[in-house]
C-alpha cells in the first residue's frame, strides 16, 4: 500500500457536509484540543454516506472517528496516547498519526477483503459444511441452503461493519494533522495549543473559519480569519484527505454500492 499524501487542493462537490450537526457546526467547535463532531462525526459521516451510497455505513466511519477522542486507549488527554493526536516523532520519524492511518487504513482493506474471500469460499462449500447436512436433514435441501447462505452474508456484514469501524479510527488522526498541525503539549501533555490572539486563544484553534500560521519570532499561531465559516485551508485539506482516503479504499476493496447493501 502507498502512503497517501497531502494534497492542498480542493475541489467543491456540493455535498451538504452539515446535515448531520444540525446544520450549526459551529456549536461542535470543541476547545480542549480536537475538532470535535463538527469534523470526526459530521464531515466525515456525511463524506462518507455520499461516497458510499449508504447512510448506514457513513453512521458507522463517522461514529468511529468521532470515539477516537473518548476512548481511553487513544485519548488526547494523556500524554500516553496523544501520539494519536500529536506529532511525537518531530524531527526524528514519520509524523505518528501518519502512522496510525496507515495502519488501521490496511487493517480496514484486510479486514472486508478477507470478508469477502472467505464469503466466497464459503459458498462454493456450502454443501460440505456440516451446517448445511444438519439442516438438510430437517429443512430439505433448498430451505437448508438458504438458511446457510443467509448466515454466510450475515457474517460477512458483521465484518464489513468492522472494516469500516476501523477505516473511521484511522481518519481521525489523520484528519488531526492539520487540526493539531506541529503543536507540542509540553513532557506531560498538559498544554493546551492556543493562538497567539483571537476571540479565544484556544477555542479558535479548533475552529474551521481560521487558519493558524506560525510565528517565527516567539514559536506561537497567528489566526488568519478565512471570513468564512468553513473556509481555512486547513479545513479544505481535512475534506479533501478525508475524500481521497475513502476513495481509495473503495478502489482496494473493489467497492460496489449495490452490492455491499446485499445481507
Not at 2 to 30: H, M
Not at 72 to 92: A, E, R
Not at 170 to 177: N, S
Not at 194 to 219: C, M, Q, T, W
Amino acid at each position: 500500500m502507498g502512503r497517501f499524501t497531502q494534497e492542498d487542493t480542493y475541489k467543491g462537490d456540493g455535498l451538504n457536509l452539515y446535515a448531520y450537526v444540525s446544520n450549526n457546526p459551529i456549536n461542535y467547535v470543541d476547545p480542549t484540543g480536537h475538532w470535535g463532531d463538527e469534523v470526526h462525526r459530521g464531515v466525515t459521516e456525511s463524506i462518507a454516506s455520499n461516497l458510499l451510497e449508504n447512510p448506514d455505513y457513513g453512521e458507522i466511519v463517522g461514529k468511529a472517528d468521532a470515539g477516537v477522542d473518548s476512548n481511553p486507549l487513544t485519548s488526547p488527554f494523556s500524554k500516553v496516547t496523544q501520539h494519536w493526536h500529536f506529532d511525537h516523532n518531530k524531527g526524528i520519524g514519520v509524523d505518528t498519526r501518519q502512522l496510525h492511518f496507515e495502519e488501521y487504513y490496511k487493517k480496514s482493506v484486510d479486514t472486508w477483503n478477507n470478508a469477502e474471500k472467505d464469503f466466497a469460499n464459503n459458498v462454493t462449500n456450502i454443501e460440505n459444511s456440516s451446517s448445511y447436512k444438519l439442516k438438510k436433514t430437517f429443512m430439505g435441501e433448498e430451505k437448508a441452503k438458504n438458511s446457510c447462505l443467509q448466515s454466510l452474508m450475515e457474517e460477512r456484514e458483521k465484518q464489513r461493519k468492522k472494516a469500516l469501524k476501523q477505516l473511521g479510527i484511522a481518519l481521525h488522526p489523520y484528519q488531526d494533522i492539520d487540526a493539531h498541525m506541529d503543536w507540542d503539549t509540553g513532557p506531560l501533555g498538559i498544554i493546551p495549543h492556543h493562538a497567539n490572539s483571537g476571540y479565544d486563544k484556544i477555542k479558535i484553534f479548533d475552529d474551521p473559519r481560521y487558519d493558524l500560521v506560525k510565528n517565527l519570532e516567539n514559536g506561537g499561531y497567528d489566526p488568519v480569519d478565512s471570513e468564512d465559516d468553513h473556509g481555512s485551508e486547513r479545513f479544505k485539506r481535512t475534506k479533501q484527505k478525508t475524500e481521497d482516503a475513502i476513495k481509495q479504499f473503495m478502489k482496494d476493496v473493489n467497492y460496489c454500492a449495490t452490492k455491499s447493501q446485499t445481507f
